[in-house]
């Protein structure tokens, strides 16, 4: 057993303050807080997420593997923001400290917080059930922020990468489907290793409207966009971005999975009709297919409850009720 | 039970957004990021703190006190780099939504948020075992800060307020030892209601050179500032501030509360001799009794290991095997 100092030192604090990328932090990790500043004109978009066993990862995940993604869900909060990662806070509760399984975490995560010159600057560590707690900041000027309260009637509506593959690897796991030992790993690296789009949201500063990501599934997470911009949306459900490896699933597990899936932690944004060739060069400079799903329509009443209306490929309507992933929703 | 939105809605985003005190965040909560900035030629102070059920309080808290300490202990890291409270984030897992425990946290929470002036501007909540992060944004101009690594030999020693009150409460509870029931609710309050020292730290800008929170018991925090500054320091003892609850257990007991307790969140500062009167002042204006327990001493050979020597009130050197609380140390 190591003691708490010596092993936020060994994998936490050495490899923070080694690393060759710029040092953003004036005081980091070893006071009591970290100071910090955007650069002049920005401010600092902030976002926290807990991951916890059980509930958001399986016991035996890949501890590699879950170091990049309590990294990676974080990162993703910045990029629907259309902010660039500066630094970030990491606290966790272990069951016990484990110097294989640390050291395994500890490069997941810096493995990816240098790809994006995101600084470690403070933690807490305690002993409890696994528990992970990270908090990052990314600098954005005020005016070019992708809000959720930005969305207007006519903007398209799209998605990036593809959808639904994290859902599927979930159904593998619990039996609800089966897939070839290909398509599963396939699954299996969308759920452990989601790969924030941090270059998408920097391109779409300035063109698109209203954006967010996509962590609890479309459905819900769409919801979000309309309640805050008081509009409805209607989407083509079968336009909905997926993998080869889906699509050889049923179309039925096909809409579950994309609709509802939850970890997909692609962006979803609007941009008006105008700005189609803009969006599609976006997607170009990060790497990374954009498709357009659906529209943004005005709310049918002023005081009326905004709502998605989906339909399918011949524009026949779709009556859906799934639901996007609600923690502590009654079962 | 209630769904998540619905619950972060009612008891704390409402809460929040109508609070009284100034709004410092152009975009708080309800999207993927809070943006904020800390005010000109100011940086923002971060630090994040996590708190376990059955580690750092008992499954039966008083939920209301709870709120209050999950927060205090942040703002306390705050008030030790001399930072003014500004924003903070709170990641939660719990068990079950439970609206009444839920109003009683959030109470607490919101009302020493409201005293700092300190605004709520994002979160998460996850079913799980009962697990509380808030990381906490001050502002302070860099040069103005309290760091660890500012004390110089010469430098006096000061605690503020008392010691030892927590740990006494814990020996109760533990049936350790035993007090009245007056002097076992004193402890209890120290315990569960600490009040951070903030306007202690922005009254000891430009007066204390290092600052630190005792937060694991002075024996152990005290050791950060020597590691950092490169010196050693003596303290007596018998100098160390008290309740008079305290005094009326055996001294034994009260050098080991005082010494080694933990969860004091009092300020131990350091100060040059010719800054007495400022420090006294500092005190009064924080209306806070501040003590002067030792004094920083040179290291004994450039590469040494730092250390405190510890006297009694006559200067006879201690031995003590106390240590602070260090959350992994092997048993």
Not at 213 to 231: C, F, K, P, Y
Not at 250 to 257: A, G, K, V
Not at 277 to 290: I, K, S
Not at 297 to 322: E, F, K, M, Y
Request: proline letters at 6%; hydrophobic letters at 45%; one cysteine or more.
């Amino acid at each position: 057993m190591l003691s708490e100092f010596s092993l936020i030192d060994r994998f936490f604090a050495r490899r923070a303050s080694g690393s060759t990328y710029p040092q953003r932090a004036v005081l980091g990790i070893g006071d009591d807080c970290a100071l910090l500043a955007p650069p002049a004109g920005e401010m600092l978009a902030i976002s926290t997420d807990m991951l916890v066993e059980g509930r958001h990862f399986f016991p035996d995940v890949d501890p590699k593997a879950l170091g990049h993604k309590a990294l990676a869900v974080n990162l993703s909060d910045l990029a629907a923001m259309g902010a660039k990662p500066q630094a970030f806070t990491l606290a966790f509760s272990l069951p016990k400290a484990d110097a294989d399984w640390l050291s395994a975490f500890s490069d997941g995560l810096f493995d990816l917080a240098e790809r994006h010159g995101c600084e470690l600057v403070g933690g807490d560590t305690t002993g409890g059930p696994l528990n992970l707690c990270i908090t990052v900041f990314g600098s954005v000027p005020p005016q070019s922020a992708l809000r959720r309260d930005a969305a207007q009637p006519g903007d398209d509506i799209w998605v990036s990468g593809t959808l639904g593959d994290a859902r599927a690897s979930l159904g593998v796991q619990r039996g609800e489907w089966s897939a070839d030992a290909n398509d599963a790993a396939t699954f299996r690296r969308a759920m452990e290793l989601p790969e924030p789009r941090v270059a998408l949201g920097l391109a779409l500063r300035g063109v698109a409207r209203a954006a967010l990501d996509i962590s609890d599934g479309l459905a819900g997470d769409l919801m979000h966009i309309l309640e805050r911009s008081r509009v409805n949306a209607t989407v083509d459900a079968d336009a909905l971005p997926r993998s080869d490896a889906l699509r050889r699933l049923s179309t039925d597990i096909q809409r579950r999975c994309t609709i509802a899936g939850g970890d997909d932690y692609e962006l979803c944004f609007t941009a008006p009709p105008s700005a189609r060739a803009e969006v599609v060069a976006a997607g170009q400079q990060a790497r990374l297919p954009v498709t357009r799903v659906g529209t943004i329509t005005p709310l049918d009443a002023a005081g009326a409850v905004p709502a998605i209306s989906w339909h399918d490929a011949s524009g026949a309507p779709l009556t859906l009720t799934l639901q996007g992933f609600d923690h502590f929703h009654a079962e």
